[in-house]
């Protein structure tokens, strides 16, 4: 299912749990995958919807903010996601509920015959489509979710829901960023790629983190904080970390920027250093 048809799937189901008065959806709503955020007002006596918020705001094929590339209309397919119109013209039908159309297929070769395509011409019945080799973003989830099963989930039955969540903290936290060895960075873990960049006289601290790849499905890339006063290029440190791990293992990147992202307790937030090092700014501010 395409991304834009999940988002519209949930403001439709929007009574759902809704905290208050479930004919009343208007505010913020984040998705049920948390991939976004979507904006519900009032349109007249309708209701409409515009994107807000990304969760994975920059596109790994080309490294730039997410567009509208999947729009059959040349003229839209440029139109950046973030502030797009979702929808407009749902009709309240009742109480918690809306009506309108959507409809979205997966990929494959029997929702692109024909007659299946007439069926739904005749019903005025859009058919949204992802491109092939569009799987980046699920293939990366699903290989993490997959390790997390396989080796911490399924040994063991888990009676308490906290005993489990902390077990899952221990398990991301502990094992699988500081001792377990990852394919994708050259079978080391984070935390060597990180330890072996600080080494670096010029390096503060770093973090690494993967981008989606055509050709290897994640490439390693780091963001680094130099110390004060010191510079160093790019390749320099790439050169030290295959000095030190391996060619193989070095990142494909590092990004040089002037302050890390961090929490309220100093600790560095990698999801906003990916962010910061890909778009290359260095003014994303520090959590309150």
């Not at 959806?25 to 807000?52: E, Q």
């Not at 888990?158 to 394919?183: C, D, G, K, M």
């Not at 494909?252 to 090092?277: D, T, Y």
């Amino acid at each position: 299912m395409s991304l834009l048809a999940r988002f519209i799937l949930l403001i439709i189901l929007l009574a759902v749990g809704t905290p208050a008065s479930a004919a009343e959806p208007y505010g913020t709503w984040l998705t049920g995958d948390g991939d976004a955020r979507i904006r519900v007002d009032r349109c007249g006596s309708n209701l409409c919807g515009t994107i807000v918020w990304l969760k994975k705001p920059i596109d790994p094929a080309t490294g730039k903010p997410q567009v509208d590339d999947k729009n059959p209309n040349p003229a839209l397919a440029k139109r950046p996601v973030i502030g797009l119109p979702l929808f407009s013209g749902m009709r309240a039908t009742g109480p918690g509920k809306w009506s309108g159309q959507i409809y979205n297929a997966d990929d494959g070769s029997t929702y692109a015959s024909s007659d299946y395509r007439k069926a739904l011409d005749a019903r005025g019945i859009e058919c949204s489509m992802s491109r092939k080799g569009d799987c980046w973003d699920n293939a990366v989830a699903e290989s993490f979710f997959a390790t997390l099963k396989t080796e911490l989930i399924y040994r063991r039955n888990w009676p308490a829901r906290l005993e489990l969540r902390a077990a899952v903290f221990e398990y991301i936290e502990v094992f699988y960023n500081r001792r377990r060895l990852h394919s994708s960075i050259g079978y080391n873990s984070p935390a060597d790629v990180e330890s072996a960049l600080g080494k670096h006289p010029a390096v503060h601290e770093c973090a690494v983190f993967g981008v989606d790849d055509r050709k290897w499905g994640e490439a390693v890339h780091a963001a680094v904080e130099l110390n004060p006063g010191h510079s160093v290029g790019e390749q320099e440190l790439i050169g030290h970390v295959k000095m030190l791990l391996d060619s193989v293992k070095a990142p494909k990147r590092i990004h040089i920027v002037a302050q890390l992202p961090r929490s309220a307790v100093g600790k560095v937030l990698r999801r906003e250093a990916k962010i910061m090092a890909l778009l290359d700014l260095d003014d994303i501010p520090r959590q309150a």
